[in-house]
């Protein structure tokens, strides 16, 4: 089906991979329940949900609901949630065919999840990262809003890397330029390589690293995505990916030896950095190869926001922006209800209150008054 949808993440390919490779399955505690509106026989809209009884791989940290409710001797799973798998993109929504009305298409999908929620238990229903405009029409179906944040990069018309750099104070400068030099200076070479024309190799190279990486730094989270995932994306998807690859440069000891990979997904004037792996510690590599190199590759391809994905407050010091999203809920338990609207404005209080302390830090030059 040709949809509107803006992140490559809704694309068939994706999502097919994710399943397909037996990545997302009720045995990763991701049942596929997916909705499918049909005129006649042609398929009008579709939305991916999974029937979840547990968080991991959401990146919307309910946690402290789920303890809360449980406090009360409420069930907080299962849940039925609309999102990408293990994916923190913003601007999920349902997909519609070509001359589809997509208000009545929601109003019918929405209404079809509801039933099954209730009639199987289902404590409620969750839209994850949704896509700003759509998931405002969420709260005239009963939803509640919830706000977080991710982090942001938008291209403001640069001509070249220095002219990025020329937006940050004069200590931050010169940080930056000694970080993205810094691996140049070991002998190592960064380079972007097209999806298109990436060998096999780097996709299972890319695996093999993101599984280090995973295991050696975040062991207690779920590993979802495996080989087979990035094998069918090297199929199927090549058009959208591109890597950052670090190698050790030609004519030092161990010449061309693979050293690390960044995995990069474009579409249209968007960019996200979704995977990074290294085979050892190497002083500035993933600031270069997860942050730097895909800017200047942005700049250079006039790419306008890059999403870094999921992580720490670093980022700002780089020059990427604590940015706004917003997941909906809705539960049939009315004590869940209750719990939820009776919290949310604190909570998305206190979420403002971080975006603007985060951004605050930003090391920017400071406009002459």
């Given at each position: 089906?040709?949809?509107?949808?803006?992140?490559?993440?809704?694309?068939?390919e994706w999502l097919a991979a994710l399943e397909c490779s037996g990545?997302?399955?009720?045995?990763?505690?991701?049942?596929?329940?997916?909705?499918?509106?049909?005129?006649?026989?042609?398929?009008?809209?579709?939305?991916?949900?999974?029937?979840?009884?547990?968080?991991?791989?959401?990146?919307?940290?309910?946690?402290?609901?789920?303890?809360?409710?449980?406090?009360?001797?409420?069930?907080?799973?299962?849940?039925?949630?609309?999102?990408?798998?293990?994916?923190?993109?913003?601007?999920?929504?349902?997909?519609?065919?070509?001359?589809?009305?997509?208000?009545?298409?929601?109003?019918?999908?929405?209404?079809?999840?509801?039933?099954?929620?209730?009639?199987?238990?289902?404590?409620?229903?969750?839209?994850?990262?949704?896509?700003?405009?759509?998931?405002?029409?969420?709260?005239?179906?009963?939803?509640?809003?919830?706000?977080?944040?991710?982090?942001?990069?938008?291209?403001?018309?640069?001509?070249?890397?220095?002219?990025?750099?020329?937006?940050?104070?004069?200590?931050?400068?010169?940080?930056?330029?000694?970080?993205?030099?810094?691996?140049?200076?070991?002998?190592?070479?960064?380079?972007?390589?097209?999806?298109?024309?990436?060998?096999?190799?780097?996709?299972?190279?890319?695996?093999?690293?993101?599984?280090?990486?995973?295991?050696?730094?975040?062991?207690?989270?779920?590993?979802?995505?495996?080989?087979?995932?990035?094998?069918?994306?090297?199929?199927?998807?090549?058009?959208?990916?591109?890597?950052?690859?670090?190698?050790?440069?030609?004519?030092?000891?161990?010449?061309?030896?693979?050293?690390?990979?960044?995995?990069?997904?474009?579409?249209?004037?968007?960019?996200?950095?979704?995977?990074?792996?290294?085979?050892?510690?190497?002083?500035?590599?993933?600031?270069?190869?997860?942050?730097?190199?895909?800017?200047?590759?942005?700049?250079?391809?006039?790419?306008?926001?890059?999403?870094p994905g999921a992580g720490s407050s670093h980022k700002v010091r780089?020059?990427?922006?604590?940015?706004?999203?917003?997941?909906?809920?809705?539960?049939?338990?009315?004590?869940?209800?209750?719990?939820?609207?009776?919290?949310?404005?604190?909570?998305?209080?206190?979420?403002?209150?971080?975006?603007?302390?985060?951004?605050?830090?930003?090391?920017?030059?400071?406009?002459?008054?």
């Amino acid at each position: 089906m040709t949809t509107d949808a803006t992140i490559p993440f809704l694309d068939w390919e994706w999502l097919a991979a994710l399943e397909c490779s037996g990545s997302v399955c009720p045995e990763t505690h991701w049942q596929p329940l997916h909705f499918t509106l049909w005129d006649g026989d042609r398929l009008a809209a579709a939305a991916p949900f999974y029937l979840r009884s547990s968080s991991r791989g959401e990146f919307v940290y309910d946690y402290f609901w789920a303890e809360a409710a449980a406090s009360l001797s409420r069930q907080w799973y299962p849940k039925l949630v609309g999102v990408v798998p293990a994916t923190p993109a913003e601007g999920y929504r349902f997909l519609c065919a070509p001359g589809m009305n997509g208000e009545a298409a929601t109003r019918i999908i929405l209404s079809a999840a509801e039933d099954l929620c209730r009639e199987n238990g289902v404590a409620g229903l969750h839209i994850l990262f949704a896509e700003p405009v759509w998931g405002k029409t969420l709260e005239g179906y009963g939803f509640a809003a919830w706000e977080h944040s991710h982090f942001l990069w938008e291209n403001e018309g640069y001509a070249d890397f220095g002219d990025y750099l020329a937006r940050f104070n004069k200590n931050q400068r010169r940080n930056i330029r000694r970080e993205y030099s810094g691996p140049g200076e070991q002998g190592i070479k960064i380079s972007i390589v097209s999806g298109e024309e990436a060998p096999q190799e780097l996709f299972r190279k890319m695996f093999e690293l993101y599984s280090l990486t995973n295991d050696k730094f975040i062991p207690w989270d779920a590993r979802f995505v495996n080989e087979d995932f990035f094998l069918r994306l090297e199929k199927d998807f090549r058009k959208n990916l591109a890597f950052v690859e670090a190698r050790r440069a030609a004519g030092s000891p161990g010449g061309g030896e693979l050293l690390g990979l960044a995995f990069l997904v474009r579409k249209g004037e968007r960019l996200w950095g979704r995977y990074w792996g290294a085979y050892e510690e190497i002083k500035d590599l993933h600031f270069a190869a997860c942050y730097y190199a895909p800017i200047d590759w942005a700049i250079r391809e006039k790419i306008r926001f890059f999403d870094p994905g999921a992580g720490s407050s670093h980022k700002v010091r780089r020059g990427f922006r604590l940015t706004a999203h917003t997941s909906y809920h809705k539960f049939f338990d009315p004590v869940l209800e209750k719990l939820f609207r009776g919290n949310i404005e604190m909570v998305n209080a206190h979420e403002r209150e971080t975006i603007r302390e985060v951004n605050d830090q930003l090391p920017f030059v400071k406009p002459r008054l």
